[in-house]
């Protein structure tokens, strides 16, 4: 969204809302590509979006420049503009998840998503294909849904 009038644009408030906002939509379900050529969902309908889910929302705000279907990709393009490793939680930023090993492929993949608040989280669900809140590292240590947190990042631009 470009910030080039005069009026005053509150960036955190409009951050948060989109992230809010964004839960159970289906839009970041697929991405077609050319893969030994034949067209493949290479995010098998919403299995494999949180990438695709945040790096869409920050480059709409300009917070990176592009969208991304990897985990790697997008943290690798917020590293390049500005965004900052943190070692506490804080209402925004962008929390990485360790690799977990899926039942039906056997592929591992790293997770990432929307710290909101209060031990809460948004990043997409695998069962229901679409961005939804869960607690922000999926259950108790020691639970089978538990996931652990590998980084969390923010950027400048953010604070308000």
Known sequence: MPRTTSIPFFLFDTYMAMVRHSVGTAM???AYYKVNGKKEDVLRDGDLSCAVYVSSLLSL???IPEVHTTVRGTVEDMRNVGWRRIT??????VIVWGAK???KSG?????IGFYIGNQ????NSSKKRAP???HWTYGKKGSASHRTIE???WHNQLSH
């Open 28 to 30: 970041f379900r697929n």
């Open 151 to 153: 980084a969390m990042y």
């Open 120 to 123: 809460k989280a948004i990043s």
């Open 107 to 111: 592929e591992t993949h790293g997770h």
């Open 101 to 103: 090993t899926f039942k």
């Open 88 to 93: 506490r939680p804080r209402k925004g930023c």
């Open 132 to 134: 939804a809140v869960h």
């Open 61 to 63: 705000l300009e917070l």
